[in-house]
């Protein structure tokens, strides 16, 4: 960047609220929509886990799918790190468009795809990649993303807009089940869903991610992005931050296996562990969800008043006492109040870290760096321990130690608990430069 060209810059005019909500609003509709994408594999896989692995056990069915979830999580780190610098070199928007393309070519891939008994291994090979290919996605989408918002946002109320982001998520996945619900309930028998009802949702979610791409074709360009100057790979940059990275993946750790635990795993635990009906677990976790979804701006909201380590904190204490007891009273829940209450006590507890996660990341690095140092640390920690968390829970379960995963999601919370301790308050810490 010239002299001259720095000089243009550094004279633009200054964003107005309304752009800045405009730009918000694009990035959270792409983001919602790729969530979407992303979930429904998890909503509908109890219908389509004997299309693409025939086996007579259901638990081995889950765990064949649940295995493919989590190798969908090992690419995550790759697309945050390739997307991510992607991102700090050629732009936000650009990474964004990118993201939202390969998760709807996913999302086709498996909604087209035919069954064992048409094409035998072929078709879980077809499910392996394009699960690949929307894990590259997700995994650039979520460090780039938590990027936009919180270089969109003012920053007096940061934690308020970035919190946006797991609105939207939470969004994408309750979008997903409400979809089955109406599945179930109004439109399909179960034996039609297990045929081919279950392909419904994927073809939907390629077409939404079309829109998607157009509604992000009309976003600005961040003022932090505009104004930094890259002058060496972000990769070899990021090297230089290694606090960061290392605070990233501890706060990480804890909070993203409890929120999969208690989203994404919760239709099959009710299902698989506490004997409900599918219709019933269905139900439940969308009802749960709505509610979880709200609580996340007011949370954001309460970290720009107080802070975001003292939410941070507290997820960390009331995740590390409560969460052996809440699962295994849930265990044994048979009621759908019982249930409810439950899940949505440990939603609570949860959004002292999903509120604000992304927020408080991408405040620990310079702009240069802020999409891959957000991205790819992130990344890393969520393969190893929240895209598993299906797979470890279904484990502990058919060796016959249900509960030890109870208490392996408390270690890992306790862990994270003392990152939180240790690390400063990013809200009057923060790298992100007012624009």
Known sequence: MNSTTAGLIARAPAMTAGQRLRSIFSGSIGNLVEWYDWYVYSAFSLYFAQVFFPASDQTTQLLNTSGIFAVGFLMRPLGGWLLGTFADRRGRKAALLLSVFMMSLGSLIIGLSPGYAQIGVAAPILLVLARLLQGLSIGGEYGTSATYLSEMAPRESRGFWSSIQYVTLVAGQLIALALLVVLQHFVLSTQQLHDWGWRIPFLIGALLAVIAVIIRRNMDETASFKKARQL???????????????????????????????TTYMQKFLVNSAGMSKADATSISTAALFVYALLQPAFGALSDRIGRRPLLIGFGVLGALLTYPILSTLKEAHDWWQAFGLI?????IVSGYTSINAVVKAELFPTEIRAIGVGLPYALALSVFGGTAEYVALWFKKIGHEDYFYWYVTACIACSLLVYIGMRDTRRHSRIVED
């Open 232 to 262: 060496e790979s972000p990769l070899r940059t990021l090297m230089r931050h290694p606090r960061e990275v290392l605070t990233v993946i501890g706060l990480t750790m804890g909070g993203t296996l409890a929120f999969y635990t208690f």
């Open 344 to 348: 949505m006590a440990a939603l609570i």
